[in-house]
DNA sequence: GCAGTATTGTATA
DNA sequence: TATACAATACTGC
């Protein structure tokens, strides 16, 4: 399912079980594995980019096939409260890893916005890396931060 | 296995 | 201010 926004198309794909993958589309093509969570999904998105601050936070993922240290960066990633940033070594010690860890799980996190990887920045206040979309990461923090 | 990363803190010039 | 090093986890070759 393909979700458009003010950033652009994002592919969505679903599982019964829950969200198995939500990113720009980067994919050539995918399949289309829809399910009862894909208007839901849908729905929040859109009103998320109205300005309106849905909570994914009765969204439920798919983490099967991820390895639990990816999981648990992604748990506490869903907790960091809309409109404010966290650090890479907040989170790791607050998941008891280092923030070399909560990067490299968050570089092949699956599920944008839904896991607000575009909160978590460096220690010092900058926004660090977004797997080579900084330029998307400064636009959601804007967003956020300013409501439009 | 090995190397490259969405990091951080300390040390050195 | 800028660069170098060590330690961790995930991805791709």
Redesign the pocket.
């Known amino acids: 399912m393909l979700l458009p926004t003010l950033i652009g198309p994002l592919w969505l794909e679903v599982s019964p079980r829950g969200v198995r993958r939500l990113e720009p589309v980067l994919l050539p093509r995918g399949k289309e594995a829809e399910g009862p969570w894909a208007d839901r999904v849908a729905e929040a998105v859109a009103r998320y980019f109205r300005g309106e601050r849905p909570g994914f936070g009765d969204i439920p993922l798919d983490y099967s096939g991820?390895?639990?240290?990816?999981v648990a960066v992604y748990e506490a990633t869903r907790r960091v409260p809309y409109g404010r940033t966290v650090?890479?070594?907040?989170l790791?010690e607050d998941l008891g890893?280092?923030?070399?860890?909560?990067?490299?799980?968050?570089?092949?996190?699956p599920f944008?916005l839904l896991v607000p990887?575009?909160r978590?920045?460096?220690?010092?206040g900058?926004l660090?890396?977004?797997?080579?979309r900084e330029g998307l990461?400064a636009w959601l923090l804007r967003f956020e931060a300013g409501g439009a």
């Open positions: 991820l390895s639990p240290k990816q650090s890479y070594g907040s790791a890893l280092f923030p070399r860890a909560v990067g490299a799980a968050l570089r092949a996190c944008f990887a575009h978590v920045v460096h220690a010092d900058r660090g890396g977004f797997a080579g990461k």
